[in-house]
């Protein structure tokens, strides 16, 4: 049977400093250290002594030249709140708006009805299908503030109360706010960066992997949802890159992870996890730990290889196949398996480029 007893505490640690920054303070005060050895030793010794300063200054070198974000760019005004990416945007009237980011969102923009009201958007009556539903025009950014345009149209309002559980607070911007561009999400910093073109960064090749999206019989690009391919138990799957997966817990799941309501997670066919639990019976296994569909359960991945580096563990939400799949079919070029979220990225600085449908993982511990 599947370990569905065991108290995970400490699986959701709170903010603190990156273990970039730790390590190089770390050199420095070896450094430090060095350079007042280099100039207090005898004249025999002084020559191994500079040798030795020498090697350990070049090694600060390489090493907070690789901790430094991408070169270029400019730093948004994110939050990250439990590994899910919040920004900040200023709209042309003075309003503003903190929406979670998230690179698997649908087409449209999503903002709560409290900040429809509150920026006093138009509200258009319209169909989706057959159902009835309300849309507002998607507001403008401040052309010189930080939080670039998304390309959506039109933006669905969510019930307040639905925004609030999920971690909305004003909105969501999803696929057309990250397509066509390239981002650096920072899990170590805690910054996201937009770059402005590509070739002032550095992909290395080891670490870099191919993303796909869905095309037209052209080979026009008609889908935003980056495909991404890992490997889980010795398998290589594809699955859907997705910062904004959240898992909203119960307060039984709150209690045994001792974690807050929201927290970044993956999403795994139900299929699947059926057989990683039949398999692997030690894998911790919380049952009815989101409310969602009745009760969904987590299960504790213990590693995933992605981009030539192992990190974990790794927490995925079971969700019903055709779920899945009917979610995402419009707009990816062929099934996955679930969604890759911050649960998994948390260890990583990940480039993201869309226009080159590529992506570079740098392991942060």
């Known amino acids: 049977m599947p370990n569905r007893g065991s108290r995970c505490r400490g699986s959701f640690p709170r903010r603190r400093a990156s273990r970039t920054a730790l390590h190089d303070r770390t050199l420095l005060i070896a450094l430090i250290h060095?350079?007042?050895?280099?100039?207090?030793?005898?004249?025999?010794?002084?020559?191994?002594?500079?040798?030795?300063?020498?090697?350990?200054?070049?090694?600060?070198?390489a090493k907070t030249s690789f901790a430094q974000s991408p070169p270029g760019g400019r730093v948004l005004p994110a939050d990250f709140v439990q590994h899910r990416i919040y920004v900040t945007a200023v709209t042309t009237e003075g309003d503003s708006l903190r929406m979670l980011t998230d690179t698997g969102g649908g087409t449209a923009v999503v903002?709560?009805?409290?900040?429809?009201?509150?920026?006093?958007?138009?509200?258009?009556d319209t169909l989706q299908g057959r159902r009835p539903m309300q849309v507002v025009p998607v507001p403008a950014f401040?052309?010189?503030?930080?939080?670039?345009?998304?390309?959506?149209?039109?933006?669905?309002?969510?019930?307040s109360r639905r925004a609030q559980l999920v971690g909305y607070d004003d909105g969501r911007l999803g696929?057309?706010?990250?397509a066509g561009r390239i981002w650096t999400f920072d899990y170590g910093d805690e910054t996201l960066r937009l770059h402005d073109t590509a070739d002032e960064l550095s992909f290395a090749p080891d670490h870099t992997v191919d993303l796909a999206f869905r095309t037209d019989s052209t080979g026009t690009r008609v889908g935003h949802h980056p495909r991404v391919e890992a490997s889980i138990d010795g398998t290589t799957r594809s699955f859907l890159f997705d910062t904004g997966a959240t898992t909203v817990?119960?307060?039984?799941?709150?209690?045994?992870?001792?974690?807050?309501?929201?927290?970044a997670s993956g999403f795994i066919r139900a299929s699947l996890f059926e057989r990683w639990t039949n398999k692997h019976p030690d894998w911790t296994v919380v049952e009815g730990?989101?409310?969602?569909?009745?009760?969904?359960?987590?299960?504790?991945?213990?590693?995933?290889?992605?981009?030539?580096?192992?990190?974990?563990?790794?927490?995925?939400?079971?969700?019903?196949d055709r779920t899945i799949q009917k979610t995402l079919a419009g707009s990816m070029d062929r099934r996955v398996a679930g969604a890759l979220g911050g649960s998994l990225f948390r260890h990583f600085r990940i480039t993201v480029d869309y226009p080159n449908a590529r992506a570079y993982f740098q392991r942060l511990d």
């Open 34 to 61: 060095a350079t007042v050895r280099c100039f207090s030793v005898s004249f025999p010794r002084r020559p191994v002594a500079i040798l030795a300063f020498g090697l350990l200054a070049g090694l600060l070198g």
């Open 111 to 124: 903002l709560s009805s409290s900040a429809v009201r509150r920026t006093g958007r138009p509200v258009i």
């Open 249 to 263: 817990l119960t307060d039984s799941a709150q209690g045994r992870l001792d974690a807050p309501r929201r927290i």
């Open 175 to 178: 696929m057309h706010w990250f």
């Open 289 to 320: 730990a989101s409310p969602a569909l009745g009760g969904s359960p987590l299960i504790r991945v213990p590693e995933v290889e992605i981009a030539g580096h192992t990190a974990g563990p790794v927490w995925f939400e079971r969700r019903p």
């Open 142 to 159: 401040r052309t010189e503030g930080p939080v670039p345009q998304t390309r959506a149209e039109r933006a669905i309002i969510a019930p």
